[in-house]
């Protein structure tokens, strides 16, 4: 048995007599303090008792919820329905919900869905949408109710699976970024990117299932963030990974529009954030999309062709993130765009005119413009700066790393090798890059099977030192040194070099 933020347990009770005339009510409180637990109960239990207590001969099953502070009985039902232990876990991005089903007894996932966020109609990024809503209480609902409904798809969706409702579970965590937890909480989110950055609330913690209108039995647990651009997600993450129980330095890196970065061990946790931009997720560039059905998601330049390969293996609609990557790390290696990523027009006839610039023809039809590659170094460069600037200020390089992950979608299908070559990723053993997958998903389940975690998120709050990248007076520099291909100190990147030196001369 789990250890988790909910209980379930049978009890097989001694009914009322004139000797022992205790309430209903007492009579459990006191049977579950037999077993260690202090609790107390809700209005709708006490409601329920009488007749259930007589019609089930005093046999029934309670599901408790922890607080924060205490168990409460949130429920009870005849007989043993103890195995009828259920609980959700949810990553809500900014783009796409995830959702976890979990029996809480053995911590099986009984379930995983995701739908797109309903808030992308109020906006496909962030800003559009604080904006939309600032200071405007009915848009401000509009935005929180979509944020409900998206969850509600979630649960219908798990529901039509495994036959199991939302109001079968007793508790839910969340973890989500700073302005994602603002807007499911009904809470202007403009602080997050206003000074002084002091935003609505940062530990939210439990709140009542029903007050914000998520129909579970128990609570809702959001987890903290430590600043405007660290939020719970990264937070969730630490607990994932459990970086900050090792011994030796790691890193963790969740990049996407933004990046979080976060640099320590068991002694202390170095973090910072900010914009990488759309790029990385397929934005900006003209036949970029997200990693679905019809996106280009790898590519290999072989005998001067150009070879792809397409997630649900259908016709090519447009590229991807790691698709990018691949290609950018192709165009290079083979000489077909320099340092700079200025293509190289003769080395290729797939390279052609496109209006006032050139660009590369990667499938039938679909182009990779000079003006995607610029936007797409400057995504790049912002990445690879963020992890450079924090080892510099941390006196760590490359080489002390005994952990880099990389967390979120991008991480875990982007290749390793590619990453490198465009000087995404530092120069390190590739065997110590490690995918964290979806890490704020994994923290949140966490969270809900191991109560112990909660202790642990309060650990790395307090251990957590966060860098303002705007405060340095030498990031640009960074930025501008790392705007070339894989960068312009080529040192920096000897596997790299190597790899250039074997092409350019073959045995």
Same mark, same amino acid.
């Given at each position: 048995?789990?250890?988790?933020?909910?209980?379930?347990?049978?009890?097989?009770?001694?009914?009322?007599?004139?000797?022992?005339?205790?309430?209903?009510?007492?009579?459990?409180?006191?049977?579950?303090?037999?077993?260690?637990?202090?609790?107390?109960?809700?209005?709708?239990?006490?409601?329920?008792?009488?007749?259930?207590?007589?019609?089930?001969?005093?046999?029934?099953?309670?599901?408790?919820?922890?607080?924060?502070?205490?168990?409460?009985?949130?429920?009870?039902?005849?007989?043993?329905?103890?195995?009828?232990?259920?609980?959700?876990?949810?990553?809500?991005?900014?783009?796409?919900?995830?959702?976890?089903?979990?029996?809480?007894?053995?911590?099986?996932?009984?379930?995983?869905?995701?739908?797109?966020?309903?808030?992308?109609?109020?906006?496909?990024?962030?800003?559009?949408?604080?904006?939309?809503?600032?200071?405007?209480?009915?848009?401000?609902?509009?935005?929180?109710?979509?944020?409900?409904?998206?969850?509600?798809?979630?649960?219908?969706?798990?529901?039509?699976?495994?036959?199991?409702?939302?109001?079968?579970?007793?508790?839910?965590?969340?973890?989500?970024?700073?302005?994602?937890?603002?807007?499911?909480?009904?809470?202007?989110?403009?602080?997050?990117?206003?000074?002084?950055?002091?935003?609505?609330?940062?530990?939210?913690?439990?709140?009542?299932?029903?007050?914000?209108?998520?129909?579970?039995?128990?609570?809702?647990?959001?987890?903290?963030?430590?600043?405007?651009?660290?939020?719970?997600?990264?937070?969730?993450?630490?607990?994932?990974?459990?970086?900050?129980?090792?011994?030796?330095?790691?890193?963790?890196?969740?990049?996407?529009?933004?990046?979080?970065?976060?640099?320590?061990?068991?002694?202390?946790?170095?973090?910072?954030?900010?914009?990488?931009?759309?790029?990385?997720?397929?934005?900006?560039?003209?036949?970029?999309?997200?990693?679905?059905?019809?996106?280009?998601?790898?590519?290999?330049?072989?005998?001067?062709?150009?070879?792809?390969?397409?997630?649900?293996?259908?016709?090519?609609?447009?590229?991807?993130?790691?698709?990018?990557?691949? #290609?950018?790390?192709?165009?290079?290696?083979?000489?077909?765009?320099?340092?700079?990523?200025?293509?190289?027009?003769?080395?290729?006839?797939?390279?052609?005119?496109?209006?006032?610039?050139?660009?590369?023809?990667?499938?039938?039809?679909?182009?990779?413009?000079?003006?995607?590659?610029?936007?797409?170094?400057?995504?790049?460069?912002?990445?690879?700066?963020?992890?450079?600037?924090?080892?510099?200020?941390?006196?760590?390089?490359?080489?002390?790393?005994?952990?880099?992950?990389?967390?979120?979608?991008?991480?875990?299908?982007?290749?390793?090798?590619?990453?490198?070559?465009?000087?995404?990723?530092?120069?390190?053993?590739?065997?110590?890059?490690?995918?964290?997958?979806?890490?704020?998903?994994?923290?949140?389940?966490?969270?809900?099977?191991?109560?112990?975690? #909660?202790?642990?998120?309060?650990?790395?709050?307090?251990?957590?030192?966060?860098?303002?990248?705007?405060?340095?007076?030498?990031?640009?520099?960074?930025?501008?040194?790392?705007?070339?291909?894989?960068?312009?100190?080529?040192?920096?990147?000897?596997?790299?070099?190597?790899?250039?030196?074997?092409?350019?001369?073959?045995?």
């Amino acid at each position: 048995m789990l250890n988790g933020i909910s209980k379930k347990i049978y009890l097989t009770l001694i009914p009322p007599t004139e000797e022992d005339s205790r309430s209903y009510q007492v009579r459990i409180m006191d049977s579950l303090a037999d077993q260690g637990l202090e609790t107390r109960m809700s209005l709708s239990v006490m409601r329920k008792l009488y007749p259930l207590c007589d019609t089930s001969d005093w046999k029934i099953t309670v599901s408790l919820a922890w607080d924060g502070v205490c168990w409460e009985i949130v429920n009870a039902e005849a007989g043993d329905t103890s195995n009828e232990h259920y609980g959700l876990a949810t990553d809500i991005g900014s783009t796409t919900v995830v959702t976890r089903l979990l029996n809480c007894n053995t911590g099986e996932c009984l379930a995983e869905v995701s739908s797109y966020n309903h808030q992308i109609a109020y906006g496909t990024d962030i800003l559009t949408r604080i904006f939309y809503c600032k200071d405007n209480p009915s848009a401000l609902e509009e935005i929180r109710r979509a944020a409900i409904d998206t969850l509600m798809e979630n649960f219908e969706k798990i529901e039509k699976e495994t036959g199991i409702s939302s109001q079968s579970c007793i508790q839910m965590t969340v973890a989500a970024n700073t302005t994602m937890i603002h807007f499911l909480l009904g809470m202007d989110a403009f602080c997050v990117f206003s000074t002084p950055y002091a935003v609505r609330a940062d530990h939210p913690d439990f709140i009542p299932g029903k007050e914000l209108e998520i129909p579970v039995l128990g609570y809702v647990y959001c987890y903290p963030n430590k600043s405007n651009y660290l939020g719970g997600d990264i937070i969730s993450g630490m607990v994932a990974t459990e970086l900050y129980k090792e011994k030796d330095i790691c890193v963790f890196f969740d990049i996407g529009t933004n990046g979080e970065l976060v640099i320590g061990n068991e002694e202390f946790l170095l973090c910072g954030a900010g914009a990488a931009g759309p790029a990385l997720e397929g934005g900006v560039v003209e036949t970029g999309m997200r990693a679905t059905e019809g996106a280009v998601d790898e590519v290999h330049i072989k005998d001067e062709q150009i070879q792809i390969h397409v997630i649900g293996e259908t016709k090519p609609l447009g590229i991807c993130g790691s698709g990018i990557i691949d #290609l950018l790390a192709e165009l290079f290696l083979h000489g077909w765009v320099d340092i700079k990523g200025t293509l190289y027009p003769e080395e290729s006839r797939l390279i052609q005119k496109k209006g006032d610039s050139y660009a590369v023809e990667y499938a039938p039809g679909l182009f990779f413009s000079q003006n995607d590659i610029n936007e797409f170094m400057r995504t790049k460069a912002a990445g690879y700066t963020m992890v450079a600037y924090m080892l510099r200020e941390s006196g760590i390089t490359a080489q002390d790393i005994s952990k880099f992950y990389v967390a979120g979608a991008f991480g875990k299908h982007v290749s390793k090798e590619s990453a490198i070559t465009i000087g995404l990723y530092p120069d390190m053993d590739r065997d110590r890059l490690i995918s964290a997958g979806n890490s704020s998903l994994e923290g949140a389940q966490k969270a809900l099977l191991y109560k112990e975690v #909660l202790d642990d998120i309060d650990i790395i709050l307090e251990k957590m030192v966060y860098l303002q990248y705007g405060a340095a007076a030498d990031f640009l520099d960074f930025m501008v040194a790392a705007q070339a291909l894989p960068h312009t100190n080529m040192e920096l990147f000897p596997t790299v070099k190597e790899k250039l030196e074997a092409l350019q001369n073959p045995k």
